[in-house]
Structure formats: C-alpha cells, structure tokens
C-alpha cells in the first residue's frame, strides 16, 4: 500500500454515505473510514486525530462491541460505579466519546495519538459474519494494523491497547506479525481460549455464552433500527440496513452450541488460542489480581511465553475497567507509548520488569517492583490437610486419613491456624489432592479464603464481583493428565485432550492449578482452603449484578458452572472421598514472599 493523502482519502470513500469527517473536541473525526480486507469485506473504523499536521503514531482497537456505542448505555451499570467512585479518571473530557474497554480519544489525541477504533467483521457498522477469535477474524486485525500504517497521518508506528476482548486478540494478531505493530499493551486480556476461559480444569464456564448473548448479539450489524443510537451524531450503531432474525442468525457461529458439544481441546480451540512463541512485539501486559474466572492467566502465561526481548508485567486490583482510565493506568500506558511510539524519554528504560500494586485490606494497594514472575525469592510453603481436625498444618500427617462429601456440595473448608506475623502472599499457587469418588468422575472447586480472627470471612473487589476470595481453582477429575513439558511445581499444566473416567474405590492424585494471587495477610488472620462440588458462594452476598451481565453476583461474578448437560448429577453428585497421610500427601502450595533485603 502506498500512503494516502486526505484528497485520496476523500476520492475512496465518494458516494460513500457512511464515511464522513468532521472536527469537534478539538479532533480531526473521520465517521466510519472504509477498510477493505483480502474478500472484499468492508470493515468500518472511527479515526481520531490530531487537528494540525504531522506524523503522529496510532493506537488502535479492533473489537465486536460496537464502536459506536456509548459506555454509558451500553454499560450503564458500570459507568455509574466507575464515574462515581473516580471522577479523577473521567475529569478532563466530556466523556461523550467513551467506549466500552477502550481509550478515550480526548485523553490521547491531545497528546499527538491517532485513535483508531474497528468494528470487527460482523460487529456495529461492519457486516460479515461474526466468528469471534477466528482466524479470519484475526487476519482482518492484521490488515487493519498495515492500513494505519500506511495513512498520511501516521508515522509508521501502531499500538495496540484496550481490555478484554481487546486485550485477548493483540495476542492472537501479534503472533502474525504485522508490518506497523510497534507495540502492544494488554490490559487484562487472557490468551488461552480453553483453559482461560472456556473450560475452567476442563468444566465448562457458562459465561462465555452468556456474553455472546448479552454483548455480541446485541451489537450485531444488520440490527439496524432494532439496535442502539450512537449519543455522538444519533447514527445507527449496528449498521445503516436492519436484517431479519433469520438473517442475522446466518451471520454468527453458534457459539453455546460450540462450546456444549466441544467438551476437550481441538482445532477450533487451538485457532482461538495465540502462538505466543511467534509474539515478538515489545508488549506490557497488565494483570488483575481481582480477575479470577477470566483474564489474569492468561497475562501471566503472555508475558512468561512470549518471546518478546522488552516485555513487562504490571499486577493492580479494583474493578475490570477501573485502571486502565486512571491516572495511574493512563501515565503507566503512556509511558510506554511514548517509549516505543515515539521514541520519546519517558523513563520507561528505568521501568522494574514486574510492577506489582501489592494488595492489602480493605483495598488498599502498594506499588513494588520486582525483577522476574514468579518473584525469585519467593518461599514455596506446603500446608497439609487434615481430615481429623479440619485444619491445615505446616507438618505432613503422620496418619492416612480420609473424609468424604456429596460431589455438588458445598464440600469441606480447612483453616490454617492464625498468622504469628503480617504475611505476604503473592504469586501462583497449587494443589495436589488424593481423591477417590463413587462415580466415574468428579469436579474439584478450590477457593482459597481469607478470614479474620473473629472467624468472619474477608472478601475484595474483584473484576466484577465485589464479593471475591483470594483464589480459585478448578478441575474435572477425568481431566487430570499433565503435560510434563509444560507442567511446573507451582503450575500444573493439563492436555485436556483426553477424558480418563474414574474406576469406583481407586484413588487418584489430582494436581490442580490454582490462579495467581496477592494479599498481605494481617497478624491473627486465617487463610483456608475449600475443596467444593460447586463454585464458591459468598455467604452474605448482596446479589449485585451489571446492566450487560444475565446473572447476579454471589461470589464468582459471571464465570458460573452450572450447566446441567455438562454437569449431570448421576456422574457429579457421587460420593467423593479426600485421602490424606503419609501414603497421600494432599497439600495446599502458598507462595510466600519475605521482605525484600534493604
């Protein structure tokens, strides 16, 4: 592609009604700019840029919830907490341009930044067929990556920044290595379809459903009149045709029906799973502590995996969206930026290559730098579990024990005595249990818990849930093959490429995963571990629940397991039996980090 001057930009969208350009909040607004893929299909961006002349770099998002759409409805739930608990993130725009996972353009084109954002193929103002993660969808992203490249108003350089969906694809487009793409940062954005999200230990997550249903369909193109308005100009957001029901149901995968009759790892998961040993770009990959069920694996998998010579993790809390608008969030991205898109001296050289916003009670949180993750110092601490007192203790058993509970209960919590000292845990942990069940299977829910020492249990805002537990884990007996490869004493890796039923009476050892963490644990607190049948439930929940979520929140947010057809009670609802002792060493592994040498 040759780059193109505004003369020949205006020349290629003639007789075009959707593309349009205009200048308000001190921005160069190109509506609905025209990028043709490698079949033809027309995908529709919104570029924001610069109202003077120059070479500026862009950053660019490339998603299916429908660039037109306003945070503020489409998300009203959520904009409400957010705009209210942090006027200092929304103070400095009018916010009329606000998307949802996004940045807000009045916050970066002042600072010589083209925003660009694309509804994907089948998404808002971009008709196709919509395959989310595909690689047809990924192929698109890179082109539109080589387009910005080459427009007049770049410099030949493009960022990729935005959370979640936005967030899971830089990893997937990164992998084919586009021209322009300078560098990447992905805030909360996990990569592994199957084991991140999908299928938690091989059960299926039923979210992943209820988001298509709640955030996709609601933005298909083709919606037309019975779609929403765009708060900016009052234009159609999901496209200027509205297509019958029938119509639109041909263009998109069934996704429920996918992810129900898919139950191990296949080529349609592997498609929508990146190749992080072909990711190279200079990336900043952005954790949340909070995010159990859905990102937070999948940034550390991305900066551990990809091959990136300059690559750095950063760890916050708070809710999903809450960062990443900040002003901590919104220097932390520019610092980058400005390094890599500009070549400006931001500081970023001096950057520790872990940033952690170390969690403590009641939400509060300390900036620390580290050298490498898992943190070098860290002491790997083994805690037993003992059937007899419920406890768990720092001494292996001397005696096998066992105790038994009904597979789709609540199940059995252990405790840790009290913590002598303030403690600090931060990092993966891991679980290996010794299990034996009356059925050919059984589903293992790990919470790691914190309590008080009034015994009352102590929860943190997490992504979504405001109700959330230090830790979780997750897996399907019959699941329970390791990658021996891939596997580590602080992460057990699973194939989940072949079910292994349960024979009544043997006993098996199950080595679970359980997600990343941090929290400094305060003196005379307590942290326990529940091995459950079914997904932890916050005792005094409130049942919050978001304006595009389907479910109340009891303790797990939306990453609920609940499906019958995946979890039938004549498999899961058998007698499951914990074996303990000397002969089976079920045990909790906690990372435990001493204080840095002064």
Known sequence: MN??????????SKGDSQHRIEKRENMVIEWNVPIEMDDGIILRANVYRPDSDGLFPVIMSHGPYGKDLAWQEGYSTSWEIFSTSHPEAVSGSSNIHQSWETVDPEKWVPDGYVCIRVDSRGAGRSPGVIDCRSS????????????????????????????????????????????????????????????????????????????????????????????PKSRVHGELVCGPETLSENE??????????????????????????????????????????????????GNYMGFLNSKSKHKWLEC??????????????????????????????????????????????????????????PIARTEWTKVYLD??????????????????????????????PPWKKETEITGPLAAKLFVSSSTIDADIFLVVR?????????????????????????????????????????????????????????????????????????????????????????????????????????????FLHDDPTDRPEEIFNGKVTLHCGPDFPSSLLLPIIPQKNS
């Open 248 to 297: 639109l149901e041909n263009n998109r995968v069934d996704l429920g029906d996918r992810l129900q009759t898919q139950e191990l790892i296949n080529e349609w998961y592997n498609e929508r799973t990146a190749d992080l040993s072909k990711v190279e770009t200079p990336l900043l990959s952005a954790a949340s502590w909070g995010g159990q069920g859905l990102h937070p694996r």
């Open 3 to 12: 780059k193109l001057s505004n003369e020949d930009s205006n020349s290629i």
């Open 450 to 558: 914190l309590f008080s020492p009034d015994m009352k249990e102590i929860v943190f805002q997490g992504t979504l849930d405001p109700h959330t537990p230090i830790a979780n884990g997750w897996l399907r007996a019959s699941h329970r093959k390791l990658d021996p490869e891939k596997s580590t004493f602080w992460q057990p890796y699973h194939t989940h490429d072949e079910k292994q039923p349960l024979a009544g009476g043997n006993i098996y050892e199950l080595d679970i995963e359980i997600w990343p963490t941090c929290i400094v644990v305060p003196s005379g607190y307590r942290i326990a571990l529940s091995v459950r049948g079914k997904d932890y439930v916050y005792p005094c929940s409130t049942n919050h629940r978001l304006s595009n979520m389907r479910n109340n929140f009891t303790g797990v947010g939306p």
């Open 136 to 227: 047809r969808e990924t192929a698109d992203f890179c082109s539109c990556i080589e387009w910005a490249g080459e427009q007049i108003w770049s410099n030949g350089k493009v960022g990729l920044t935005g959370i979640s969906y936005y967030a899971i694809n830089q990893w997937q487009v990164a992998a084919l290595k586009p021209k322009y793409l300078a560098a990447m940062c992905v805030w909360e954005g996990s990569v592994d379809y199957y084991r991140d999200g999908t299928h938690h230990g091989g059960i299926l997550n039923t979210f992943q459903s209820n988001w298509y249903d709640m955030q996709i369909k609601s933005v298909q193109h083709g919606l037309g009149e019975n779609g």
């Open 387 to 416: 059937p007899n007192t419920l406890c768990l203790s720092h001494s292996p058993l001397i005696k096998n024990s066992s105790i038994t509970y009904n597979g789709l209960s609540d199940g059995i919590t252990f405790l840790l």
């Open 316 to 373: 916050h809390g708070l809710e999903h969206w809450t960062e990443f608008y900040t002003p901590y969030g919104v220097e932390l991205q520019k610092k980058f930026f400005g390094h890599f898109l500009k070549g400006d001296d931001t500081g970023w050289v001096n950057q520790p290559t872990v940033q952690l916003k170390v969690r403590h009670l009641d939400e509060k949180f300390i900036v620390r730098g580290e050298d490498e993750w």
